[in-house]
């Protein structure tokens, strides 16, 4: 395994969404980042950001040979923290688990996520078959914490 100094992430594709086609409360816009994690050149997984209004959607994947050996709940408490502190402004981080997923599941709840009862009608519209996960970021900063200093 790897030390958090020595993960490597690369940049992939940058997608701005068409406003357009969401007719949601929690969306005014959104933004998708798309990053490879690498490690003295071997590929581990990859991660996708897509930043909402209150919120921001983690989607994450292992290879293949990574799966089923307890990676996972480190993978995603490494991207969690990574993404958490990347983005004050989020009160919380979002995972859509297919509900076919159930080792997922069990590793966002041993990574603290909970099911997230007030997503479960935006993601049923937008995406069957998944259930939204969240936790609080913990480095969260509100416009009035940002005004009093």
């Known amino acids: 395994m790897f030390r958090e100094d ?3 992430i ?4 940058d997608v701005d969404c068409d406003i357009s086609q969401f007719e949601n409360e929690y ?5 998708t980042n798309s990053y490879i994690v690498k490690h003295r050149d ?3 997984g990859f991660y996708r950001v897509t930043l909402m209004k209150d919120f921001l959607i983690l ?3 292992l290879v293949k040979n990574l799966r089923g050996i307890k990676f996972g709940r480190y993978f995603l408490e490494l991207l969690f923290d990574v993404v958490a502190k990347e ?3 989020i009160e919380k981080v979002v995972l859509l688990i ?3 997923n159930e080792s997922s599941m069990k ?4 990574e603290k996520f909970s099911l997230d009862y007030e997503l479960v009608d935006f993601v049923n519209e937008e995406l069957k078959n998944h259930t939204p996960y969240s936790k609080e970021n913990p480095y969260y900063e509100s416009e009035k914490l940002k005004q009093k200093i």
Request: charged fraction near 25%; glycine fraction near 4%.
């Open 59 to 61: 989607d994450y994947a």
């Open 6 to 8: 020595c993960l490597k």
């Open 98 to 100: 297919n509900n076919s």
């Open 107 to 110: 590793v966002s709840m041993k």
């Open 27 to 31: 969306v005014y816009y959104c933004k």
């Open 87 to 89: 983005n004050p402004e």
């Open 42 to 44: 071997i590929i581990y």
């Open 10 to 13: 690369e940049k992939g594709l």
